[in-house]
């Protein structure tokens, strides 16, 4: 263990990785490096600083990295309209990336050798941290004290913390949940505690950015968002940065209880795990977004996306946003989008987005002329139908000439 | 025309398709027989008889196939979690290959040479019920009056009533509806009208089948779904058939404002067009399988489903049901379901259907022995993971030791 | 017919052609532009000209297109490792989309309103030329003769020649084929006369541009290919233009009895048909661009290239080259190429394409000293394997505890 | 170490093994089980028993799985057109699953609590070994020497033996080859020592089970294949069982030059790898399988099988023969070969393996009435395809009318 001479340790300010700032201090005779990034957790970034210079942290970064998290990473995860395993918004998981490359960038411009981070050995985290840390830096190395050390219980923690005078309120005095938590602008997460049983439904004080729907107001809100190559660039009218609209849809979509998931997922580790997850923002973009594309898209380019998506999808979620195939896809993703812009309007009501109406001034390829009921002027001959489904059920007709079954 | 002697119409009783019976029997100087059947669209089919026989009908087939209709195709169908284009849940396009099969049937029982439909030239309907019929009786001859005749306005149709004696309150006295409808067990449609503006917002009254989520009860319905093989047994431990399921379903969403859609699609014709659909029922069947599949069914079988379910989607709603394709991918969907069993607890609230737990006594695959955030008593060695990793990032590693860039 | 002034049709100068020529004047009163391409079909196109004017043809367009088709068409659809039903390089198909768009590109110039070409209806090339025009110019009238006149016998075609003095032996003196035959720089193919019969062995000297396996030297010929960003830039060290590369691996290919395929395919219009095909140098091409990219692309671009070359084989071979979804995978297929750089040697030998050698100054990801059987002094850690081998068991473990069997 | 009592190896009987049940019996004190298959390795199994015995062992299997592995591992594989990366018949990855599954067998009627085997830290045997144990037997132990032993050079080894007296000429006289080589009745492969250079071409005398095509002979050998489900039955009319089917071409193949391949290739576990492989008969047996599939197999189900080729056959390479998914989508392929009937006739000559005719008397889709150049009476009527473009188009001109640029 004496080859590390400094890492860079991902350090929300909280007790764990105060105490990982103090266990690498100490077990690896290093120097240790914070960053702390604001990738919008909704908890002020920083008090970390007096804590890390307490430990006597002498290279501290903070960092507001909430822009670049939606403009780079959300927006174009997004445009592929993509679910993990048919629900999931796949909010922790595009998180993961930025803060993998701010860490090796940092472990370069400070000499570091090695990074670290507080995830555990059981979930994803340390895997998005840790292929997105090799893929950018392969030299690099990795230090996750949770899969190396013996502090797996919280008496040991504890025990810890008052051997090396670490202050156990080290997290502040805000209301202790029971629940595993990760927060960032696209959405909050919770897991273990009572969720560990599958048929329990969570109280409704867990979930924190939402009212439930019931408590939302008994009037819909309506809003109207305007797309650019398929991104969001203004609501109701007002131009706003990615991050900002992210911020407002979060607080229009909470205020009307909308945003809430419980699943069961499957981790790229291999065992099933109960998650719930807050996403107000991006339970309206979804639908907005395949609303903008109903309208704007071509068919094929749609149905292409839609069969490549739950790869991609699969391809965060397992932690290869830092990859040659993610940037395959993204390249085909982003190709689709030219042409996906315009208006959608959401009504907004106690946990229902919905999707009202669409329009796009250049790029509607809805042509009432033709889908019309109406007489339309003969911009379609119905009797081409007629060849198409014929030659369509040529190769079916010929089977069942040759006497096949079809069940 | 002259080759046609006698012809199987799908025969719905209202005006339009009345008025293709006399056009039939007058067009092609044949016999016709009709065809009609309860597949769940809420209204009365014994009416059928009547009208047939004023119109000199000699063979009449009036059949109840709502169990078939949800037993054979729905529940196969949302076996695979199946959405066109993400959001769509196939309503419509499932409901056609049960009337082509019996259509054909029919022609051969009754030595008919020919079948015939009310869907217009610009539909996919009249591709599904072609399609259809072509692959189960491939020397089949199709009669789509609306494709041939030039009928093609109301006031030439309303005079061919009038020259025929064909009552135009045909269709009985009920509110008549400004838009295109299509209704069966699984859903209600609507088309055309003001929705051929896709900004434009349907009004209320247009929806039939459920209640806006303002008027759904301000309290929440708890309801329990018990899966046997992926398909639904019970409701709250009441074991039901599966017509009898869906029904009920759709009154349980119906009720509590669940299961509107509106939405604008990609016809398999070319064309784009605005559909609203009500899918009560459906909307709580699709996230109750995948909330019992995300128990019981493995992670990459899963995904497996979830990568081939666009091509399935896209097969059912393009009107390839009956093909040997279909079935090959039917195959791979059921060879799923053997351990989908278990049950499903779901809240219906003002238009959200909420799963809130899922449980299964005997094909959990959850183990919370080793996805806890407890100890786990070495169900699971953390330090596994860090081989995992290495290798899974060993190319990532290569390609960056050789300076290859990830932008 | 009166709205047709003037159209553009495909000219090969032969007498199918030429008929046309005659038949569009006479049918549509319209004057012809003819369009006659060298796309290496091996045929001299200057005569086009004297037979074109001698029917009163007033704009004559004769075209080398070679070096386009090969840069633009065949090398991108190369890197894809294109293969239809597994086995068919697409010769023809490939070259439609280039005719295509210069009939709608001449017609725009020349002030046409159709195009016209010598396809049959039975065919994909009809399909072919015609999405391919209709994408590019929506507004383009296409007339296909095949499908509308009634010459559809030897006997009426010779007829008609004699009434407008068309010259039957037009097509020249060289040796009629019994076989319908289409060739282009990549490619001959023949199809209809025995080849109907699918268990029939055509005869030796139906083929034209190889010579048999059996006829080939005896002693191998060795060559390198050099590739940059995917695609073949010299042979032997030789600098050459597309064109040229694919005329020389035409000869080498050739001469050793390489290239050839006999296959029963699906066509797109919904029949099978039996098509042999001698495409020489590109038979050497799959091979060698397989060769490059197994030591310079990385495993998962290649599987995901691999996943989507079926769908983008299909789109090619059906006619939709001119469409956004293969404008969106070929954006996915060339991001995957631009370190697909270094040698490929093949040795040609009596029908066998063999890669021998391949290598990559600084593209290979290729690592010796990991793969090595030797002591690799630390570079893969063979510990590693039991933790990414235990947790991609897990799930398929705690499986077979739970019960399930796997049969 | 102290909890293995017994354990079951994958004994070869040649000197890597002997040493590692020294091994074994020495460092776990635990009684060792030998298991010797003879899966048409061309080598004598039952010597193995006397070196076992020699070792202490009591409990000696030597089984004769040459039916089992063809039957039910190689025809499978082959009804999908398997090929790994474009190119690999994957002759070594469908040997594992069957050794997987016969060593836990013996593992449970032995009472042994462990399986061991002789395969690398660094290779994809490992992965499939021990995959497919532990998803037959999830609480099986695992030793795996080669990642656990130091005696990781040949010096080491020597000493191993030297000291416990294991004759170093244990595997017999026979020519030590300086490559890594392993044979089942499927192929032989060949890697390391110089092929770990890519640009080197292997010298004439590594290949073992095939001549050069410059030494085979001048004749062509042409042979007929039958097929029934897909699977070969009988050659030149002889019905044979799946071993001799397999025994016979691999006769004719190598004695014709078919069959060898050099290829760079991913492994699983994330490096790239040379390998060399002989597979006289699967080379045959591929092309052939497709021809009498592009007779008798319908064109839709033939791209959705060639869609999933890839992914299964990644499974197959990665060591989940034994998983759900593979299962799955073994049921989609197998659910398209009941018409797969008829017979290939091949062509094999110096190197090539060539279609010259196929035909099915019952399952044959191929129509020539329809697909004839000749006057077809109706069969197809040539107008149909102007509808079918027509539509097909539709979504092209639309959107070129709204301005949209294809490139």
Not at 116 to 139: C, I, M, W
Not at 252 to 274: H, P, Q, T, W
Not at 384 to 407: M, P, T, V, Y
Request: aromatic residues 10%.
């Amino acid at each position: 263990m004496s080859d590390i001479n400094k890492v860079v340790l991902a350090y929300s300010g909280g007790l764990d990785t105060s105490v990982i700032v103090k266990w690498l201090q100490e077990t690896y005779n290093c120097e240790v490096v914070t960053f702390t990034a604001d990738i919008g957790q909704g908890e002020e970034v920083e008090p970390a600083r007096a804590k890390a210079k307490a430990m006597g942290v002498k290279e501290i970064y903070i960092e507001d990295l909430r822009e670049e998290f939606v403009r780079d990473y959300v927006y174009p995860m997004f445009r592929a309209n993509t679910l993990y395993e048919g629900e999931y918004l796949l909010g922790t998981s595009i998180a993961r990336p930025l803060i993998a490359k701010r860490l090796v960038e940092i472990a370069e411009e400070t000499g570091a050798d090695a990074i670290s981070h507080g995830a555990t050995g059981k979930g994803n985290d340390q895997v998005r941290f840790e292929l997105g840390a090799y893929a950018l830096a392969p030299g690099i190395q990795v230090i996750a004290p949770w899969r190396e050390w013996d502090l797996n219980s919280r008496e040991k923690l504890m025990q810890f913390c008052e051997d090396h005078q670490i202050p156990v309120d080290f997290a502040g005095k805000k209301k202790k949940s029971p629940y595993s938590m990760d927060a960032n602008l696209l959405h909050i997460s919770y897991e273990g505690g009572n969720l560990e049983d599958p048929w329990w439904e969570p109280e409704e004080d867990m979930w924190r950015w939402s009212v439930s729907p019931e408590a939302a107001p008994d009037a819909p809100t309506y809003i109207t968002l305007t797309y650019e190559k398929g991104d969001i660039v203004a609501i109701d009218g007002e131009r706003l940065s990615p991050a900002d609209v992210l911020s407002k849809l979060n607080k229009l979509a909470g205020d009307n209880g909308i945003g809430r998931l419980d699943i069961v997922e499957n981790r790229y580790v291999g065992m099933k795990s109960r998650g719930c997850y807050e996403t107000p923002g991006g339970t309206i973009m979804l639908p907005a977004h395949r609303a903008i594309e109903s309208l704007t898209l071509d068919r094929e380019s749609a149905h292409l996306k839609d069969s490549v998506m739950p790869k991609y999808a699969e391809l965060i979620y397992n932690g290869y946003w830092w990859s040659p195939e993610r940037l395959a896809l993204q390249k085909l993703i982003d190709a689709t989008q030219d042409n996906v812009n315009g208006d959608v309007r959401m009504k907004l009501y106690k946990g229902n987005a919905t999707v009202v109406g669409r329009q796009s001034d250049n790029d509607s390829l809805f042509d009432a002329s033709i889908a019309t009921f109406e007489d339309d002027a003969g911009a379609y001959d119905q009797k081409d139908a007629e060849g198409f489904i014929k030659l369509n059920a040529l190769r079916l007709r010929i089977a069942a000439k040759n006497g096949r079954k079809l069940s």
